[in-house]
């Protein structure tokens, strides 16, 4: 069953433009002071559309103009020239649960039903992760990332943070390569995440039939920014600094 409750905002605020005169001072004035209107009188422009892009080759030498950085980034981490086509990110310190943790690189969601594709080739060496997330803030977030288990093969992991408290929701054992494309698929409320080798045939790495806590109700920090997908790459306390080279980012919106 796939629903939306009243009251759940996951794309955080909406933009508006509002006509501004200006003082003989310099102070500007919205709407001649009458305050926020419903309906406005737009001015006798063109219509110009612009829509920002969302998917990424990565052919660039710069990131593009969707993606926010969550911290102050540490840019040695990051690369788009050291493996041409790639988005490098290299495990840096800590984790995506605590705002030392630096990289992490998202752009906010504009639809309530798309999915997130990514290819991912990463060797770690012990629990270093790298993988796809849907993510809010340090408390609220779901992830899937590729490490190895206490067996040293790759595992796939699917966590969630939901008002802080951590959980594990499913662990995909011995993944048979350190090349896989990883997926989170929204429709609305419900997050399902999977995984391939070839990018057609997909399995299911786990669901979230209820993700609520992903959206501006989920958190009591900063309530209206809005949800947030992207790529990260951390070693989680090991120190090490392994690459993680992201081949692609690809947004696909449904109807």
Known sequence: ?????????????????????????????ANDGKGPLDTNVRPNLPWTPQVNPSSDEF???????????????????????????HLRIYSGYFDIDTILGRNLIVQRERWLKFSATTKLTFNPDTKEQAGITGHYDTKTWARLGMQ??????????LEERRYGVKKVLQVTEDIKSNTVYLRMAVNKLQRSFY???????????????DAAFLS????????????????????????????????FFRIEVEE
């Open 1 to 29: 069953m796939v629903y939306q409750r009243k009251g759940i905002n996951q794309l955080g605020r909406e933009t508006s433009l509002y006509k501004i005169s200006w003082t003989k001072d310099g102070w500007p004035i």
């Open 59 to 85: 052919s660039s030498s710069k990131l593009g103009i969707q993606w926010y950085f969550r911290r102050n980034p540490v840019y040695a981490d990051f690369s788009l020239t050291e493996k041409k086509g």
């Open 148 to 157: 190895r288990g206490i067996d040293g093969k790759l595992q796939l992991v």
């Open 195 to 209: 995984y391939s080798y070839d990018g057609k045939n997909w399995i299911s790495a786990g669901d979230i039939p």
């Open 216 to 247: 501006d109700q989920g958190t009591t920090q900063w309530p209206f920014m809005g949800m947030m997908t992207g790529v990260y790459s951390f070693n989680r306390g090991t120190g090490k600094k392994i690459p993680a080279d992201f081949d």
